[in-house]
C-alpha cells in the first residue's frame, strides 16, 4: 500500500529548538498563569523534599545520639507537616498540570481538524485517510505528552534534584562532589542515545499511520476481500507492516531500556564512593551519624528525579518527532484560497463557461486540455467519454476543488478565483454515484449543509426525493441512525436520502456522477423520477456511464484526452458519426456499460 507522504516523515523544515518554541509561544505561553501556578507547586514540593534529610539528620544527631526529649516530640509533628503540605500542593499540582495538558492537546486537535477539512483536495488525496487519524489520535497525544506532561514532570524533577543537591552541598561539599561525579558522564550518553531514538520513533509512527491505512482499507473493502479468498494475503500484508513497525519500536525500547540501567550503574559508583570517603571521615574526621545519615538520605532521593529526567528525554525526543509531523501538516500551504479582493459569487442564471482551460494534477501531464465551451443557464448537461478522458476533473474545476494551471472557468461572467469559495460551494450541489452519508440520524443527513432547514423542509425534501415512504418505515422514523456510511439502508435508499439533501440545499447548478448506474432497474425508475423533479430550473451537469441516461440532456460534451472533441444533442452526433455514435453502437451492441461510456 502506498501512503506516501512527506508530513509523515516529519516534513517540516523546522529543527528541534525552533519546534520547542513554537509549541512554547502558541500553546504554552497563553496559558501562563496556570503555568505559573503549577511551577510555584512545583517550588513547594522540592522546598519540602529538600528539607527531609535535615529532619532526618536531627533526627539521628539530637534524638538518637543526644537523647533530646524535647525534639523527640516536636520533629515527628514537623515531619507530619512538610509531608501533609507536600501532599496538597502536590494535589493541586497534578489538577493543574491536567489542566495545562489537556487543554493543549484539545487546542492542537481542533487546530489539525480545521486544517485537514480545510486542506487542499489534493494534498488529501495524496496520502491514506487512516494515515491522518493516526496524526489526529496518536501524534496530537505524543506531542502533547512532551509539550505539557513531559516538559511539567522535567522541571518538577528538576527542582526536586536542584532542591536536594543544594542539600547536600550544604551539608559536605566533598561528598556532594563524588555523588554528583557521575552526573555528566550520564548526561553525554543520553545525549548519544537521543540521537539514535530519532530515527526509529520516526519509523515507528509512520508504522502506526500504514497499518491504520491498511486495516481501514482492508475493512472497508471486506466483502472483496472476501468474495477473492484474500484473507490471507491481507494477513500477510498487515503481518509485514506489523513486524516493520515492531522493530522500529524494539530499536526505540532498547533505547529507554538502556537508560535506567546506564543511570543506576553510574549512580553506584558515586554511592560506593560516598559511603567510603563518609565512613572514613566519620572513622577518622568529624562527620557525625546524623550528618551521613541526612546527606545519604539525600543523595538517594536525588537520584530518583534524575533517573526520571534521564527517562522524560526519550519521550521528549518520541513528542519532537510527532510534532514535526503534526506541524507539517499545519504547515501545508494551501492554494485554493479567497483571492485578497474575493467577493461573492453572484448567481443570476448559472451560466458556465470554460475558457481556454488547462489542467494537470502533477504540473506536467495535462487532464484537460485547452478546452472552451459555454454551458446555458439552466441547461442539463452530460458529459460522455473514454475512463480518465477528464470528465471528474471537469466537474472539479467548477466546484473549484482546484484551480486551472491556464485559463479560466466562469459563472455568470464571474471567474471563480476572484469569487469566495465558501459562495461557489454554496452554488452547488454534489450527487455521487456511491453516495457519501454520515454516521448520524437521516434528518441529519438530509439537513446536510442546510443548517437552518426545519423539521418540515426536511420532510418536503423527502418527499419530493420519494423518500419519505421508506423512512416512516424506519424504527426512528427520521431520527433512525443511518449507520457508518450508510450500512443501515439500501443503495436505492442511500441514493434518495442524498437527493433529498440535494433538493433542500436548492443551489442553482447540479453536479451528478452518475447517481443511477449502481442501482437495478426498479431502483433506478423510482430515483430519474426524483432526479426530474431535481432538474427543473438548475444548470445540470451530469457524467454519464450510461448512454440511455444522456438522451434526454439538452447538450452531450464528448471527452476525449482530455478535449472536448464533439458537442451536440444525442441525434446530432448520432448523425455525425463520431466517437458518440461509435460509443451508442458499441453499447446497443451488447458492451458493457460501463466500458461504452464511463
Not at 61 to 67: H, N, S, Y
Not at 207 to 226: M, N
Not at 488 to 507: H, V
Not at 557 to 586: C, N, P, S, W
Request: charge should be neutral; aromatic fraction near 6%; proline fraction near 3%.
Amino acid at each position: 500500500m502506498a501512503v506516501a507522504a512527506g508530513w509523515q516523515d516529519g516534513g517540516t523544515g523546522q529543527d528541534g529548538k525552533e519546534i520547542v518554541r513554537r509549541i512554547v509561544r502558541r500553546y504554552l505561553r497563553p496559558r501562563w498563569k496556570l503555568i505559573a501556578a503549577s511551577i510555584l507547586s512545583m517550588v513547594l514540593v522540592a522546598g519540602t523534599t529538600g528539607a527531609l534529610p535535615f529532619l532526618l539528620q536531627a533526627a539521628a544527631d539530637q534524638i538518637f545520639v543526644g537523647k533530646d526529649e524535647r525534639l523527640l516530640w516536636s520533629l515527628p509533628v514537623a515531619i507530619v507537616i512538610v509531608m501533609g503540605l507536600r501532599a496538597v500542593v502536590e494535589y493541586f499540582g497534578r489538577i493543574l498540570e491536567a489542566r495545562i495538558s489537556n487543554g493543549v492537546v484539545a487546542e492542537i486537535r481542533k487546530e489539525l481538524f480545521e486544517r485537514l477539512v480545510g486542506a487542499d483536495l489534493g494534498f488529501l488525496q495524496r496520502s491514506h485517510s487512516a494515515a491522518f487519524v493516526s496524526v489526529f489520535s496518536n501524534d496530537t497525544q505524543i506531542v502533547n505528552n512532551a509539550a505539557a506532561q513531559t516538559l511539567s514532570a522535567l522541571i518538577k524533577n528538576a527542582l526536586q534534584a536542584f532542591a536536594l543537591i543544594i542539600a547536600m552541598m550544604w551539608m559536605d561539599p566533598k561528598l556532594g562532589t563524588l555523588v554528583l561525579i557521575a552526573l555528566p558522564v550520564t548526561v553525554f550518553l543520553m545525549s548519544k542515545q537521543r540521537r539514535k531514538m530519532r530515527s526509529s520513533v520516526t519509523r515507528t509512527l509512520r508504522g502506526a499511520g500504514d497499518l491504520a491505512a491498511l486495516v481501514s482499507q482492508t475493512l472497508t473493502g471486506i466483502r472483496v476481500v472476501k468474495a477473492y479468498d484474500q484473507e490471507r494475503a491481507e494477513t500477510l500484508r498487515a503481518s509485514a507492516v506489523i513486524d516493520r513497525t515492531y522493530e522500529a519500536t524494539m530499536q526505540t525500547a532498547q533505547a529507554r531500556a538502556a537508560t535506567g540501567p546506564v543511570t543506576e550503574g553510574l549512580s553506584g559508583i558515586g554511592f560506593a564512593a560516598a559511603v567510603f570517603y563518609g565512613g572514613w571521615q566519620g572513622i577518622y574526621g568529624t562527620l557525625t551519624l546524623g550528618s551521613f545519615m541526612g546527606f545519604m538520605a539525600a543523595a538517594m532521593l536525588v537520584y530518583q528525579p534524575l533517573r526520571q529526567i534521564a527517562t522524560l528525554q526519550n519521550a521528549l525526543m518520541e513528542g519532537m518527532v510527532a510534532a514535526r509531523r503534526v506541524f507539517a501538516i499545519l504547515d501545508e500551504p494551501r492554494h485554493i484560497v479567497d483571492a485578497p479582493d474575493a467577493r461573492d459569487l453572484e448567481v443570476r442564471g448559472a451560466h458556465i463557461r470554460f475558457e481556454d482551460v488547462v489542467f494537470s494534477y502533477d504540473g506536467a501531464n495535462p487532464v484537460i486540455s485547452g478546452v472552451t465551451v459555454d454551458i446555458p443557464a439552466g441547461h442539463k448537461v452530460a458529459l460522455v467519454g473514454p475512463s480518465g478522458a477528464g470528465k471528474s476533473t471537469f466537474l472539479n474545476l467548477v466546484l473549484r476543488f482546484y484551480d486551472p494551471d491556464r485559463g479560466r472557468v466562469l459563472i455568470d461572467g464571474q471567474d471563480l478565483r476572484q469569487t469566495k469559495l465558501a459562495s461557489v460551494r454554496r452554488a452547488s450541489a454534489l450527487l455521487t454515484q456511491d453516495p457519501v452519508l454520515f454516521d448520524d440520524t437521516v434528518a441529519s443527513n438530509i439537513a446536510y449543509g442546510s443548517a437552518a432547514a426545519s423539521e418540515e423542509d426536511i420532510a418536503a425534501a423527502a418527499r419530493a426525493a420519494d423518500a419519505e415512504t421508506f423512512i416512516l418505515e424506519l424504527p426512528g422514523r427520521y431520527q433512525s441512525q443511518v449507520g457508518e456510511a450508510g450500512g443501515q439502508l439500501s443503495g436505492g435508499q442511500k441514493q434518495r436520502i442524498a437527493i433529498a439533501r440535494a433538493m433542500l440545499r436548492d443551489a442553482p447548478i447540479l453536479l451528478l456522477d452518475e447517481p443511477t448506474s449502481a442501482l437495478d432497474a426498479k431502483a433506478e425508475a423510482r430515483i430519474q423520477s426524483s432526479l426530474e423533479t431535481l432538474f427543473e430550473g438548475r444548470t445540470v451537469l451530469m457524467i454519464a456511464h450510461r448512454l440511455s441516461t444522456v438522451k434526454k440532456a439538452d447538450l452531450i460534451l464528448v471527452f476525449d484526452h482530455g478535449r472536448i472533441v464533439e458537442k451536440g444533442t444525442h441525434d446530432e452526433l448520432v448523425a455525425a458519426g463520431g466517437l458518440y455514435e461509435t460509443l451508442h453502437r458499441t453499447q446497443l451492441s451488447g458492451a458493457p456499460e460501463d466500458e461504452a461510456a464511463a
